[in-house]
């Protein structure tokens, strides 16, 4: 199934492949195919480039080859792999007809989510090293590799537009809308921010499963899919991280009276974040933090509820109302997190 594959692959990369390969599947990601190359001791992943998601890789490239020459001048603690050069000097190679990128392998541990405490603070440290580490950068310098990618006011503007061109929703469809509608005053929040926040090189999926650990799980080896880094806000990643990583239950869940945030979680990830940061931001920075989880989780759900009420056009789903069923999920989240808007804001008044 794989030889045609690995003649082309010996072909474009004849500075690392020199020898007969095996190749197998890999990982659990859900936008680009992904294979472990394997040639006797040395081990690389191979990714099929997804170029119906991301629809410009001249801007990746552009942006991964500013924070190349940024790294070679100031080393992180951990990895940042890169895509490897074709021997064309190219970080896609062409192979029948799709655009594949190869990376050195990273040999540790990817997490789904936490099993304890302290790898969410750990994770946490590592993406406010990332952004610490990143801020010298120009982010304005960075091209948007996914166009308003985390804008939420207009996810908002959207979801509103679709509903008016639809006809009565059924009565749990609306109900879902009008708690989504009611979240103007954190759109209005958003945009506030969007006026005094500086503009910084961002992540942008800061997920657990974005980090390679040390398989005994005591630090972070790796920082892995970089495609989505371009300018943003501190918000954006810590945000991320308070909605996949701080609640009771994934985002397929429909156990909607078990669905809530962990304030604990929350507190070691913000107590990470600050520490990775290590002072680098700003008063108004600290206090978006606060808001972050709130407004990525909100800008999920306003992404399932579109998706659902266009038909399901967009994100996967193994059941018609899975997208309904996912925008019910975030809504609980968000709403479990404003509960708590008092008790998170005490805590980083302490930090």
Request: with cysteine; proline share 6%.
């Amino acid at each position: 199934m794989f030889d045609a594959l690995a003649t082309a692959l010996k072909q474009a990369y004849p500075q690392f492949i020199d020898a007969p390969l095996t190749l197998s599947p890999f990982g659990e990601g859900l936008i680009h195919e992904t294979l472990l190359l394997r040639q006797s001791d040395n081990k690389w992943i191979l990714q099929g480039f997804n170029a119906s998601v991301f629809r410009f890789p001249e801007r990746i490239a552009h942006n991964l080859h500013l924070l190349s020459k940024h790294l070679n001048q100031s080393p992180l603690p951990f990895e940042l792999p890169l895509p490897l050069l074709t021997r064309e000097g190219k970080g896609l190679a062409a192979i029948e007809g799709k655009q594949y990128r190869l990376f050195d392998f990273v040999q540790g541990t990817t997490l789904q989510q936490v099993q304890q405490p302290a790898q969410a603070r750990m994770a946490a440290q590592a993406y406010g090293k990332f952004a610490a580490w990143a801020s010298p950068l120009p982010a304005a310098a960075f091209e948007e590799t996914i166009p308003n990618f985390h804008r939420l006011d207009l996810r908002y503007a959207r979801l509103k537009e679709v509903a008016q061109d639809l006809p009565s929703l059924p009565e749990e469809e609306q109900g879902l809308l009008e708690g989504y509608l009611a979240q103007q005053p954190l759109i209005d929040y958003y945009l506030k921010q969007l006026a005094q926040l500086p503009l910084r090189v961002m992540h942008n999926d800061t997920k657990i499963n974005n980090l390679i650990f040390a398989p005994s799980l005591e630090k972070v080896e790796a920082l892995v899919d970089l495609d989505t880094l371009m300018g943003g806000y501190l918000m954006y990643d810590f945000g991320d991280l308070v909605r996949t990583v701080a609640c009771s239950l994934p985002e397929t869940s429909t156990e909607w009276n078990q669905i809530q945030v962990i304030p604990e979680l929350v507190e070691e990830l913000l107590s990470g974040y600050l520490e990775g940061l290590e002072g680098a931001l700003s008063a108004e920075e600290k206090d978006s933090l606060l808001f972050g989880g709130e407004i990525m989780t909100l800008i999920m759900g306003l992404r399932f509820l579109t998706d659902h009420l266009e038909g399901n056009v967009y994100y996967r789903v193994t059941y018609p109302l899975q997208n309904l069923h996912r925008a019910k999920n975030q809504l609980a989240l968000l709403q479990s997190q404003q509960a708590y808007r008092t008790r998170f804001a005490q805590f980083a008044a302490q930090l």
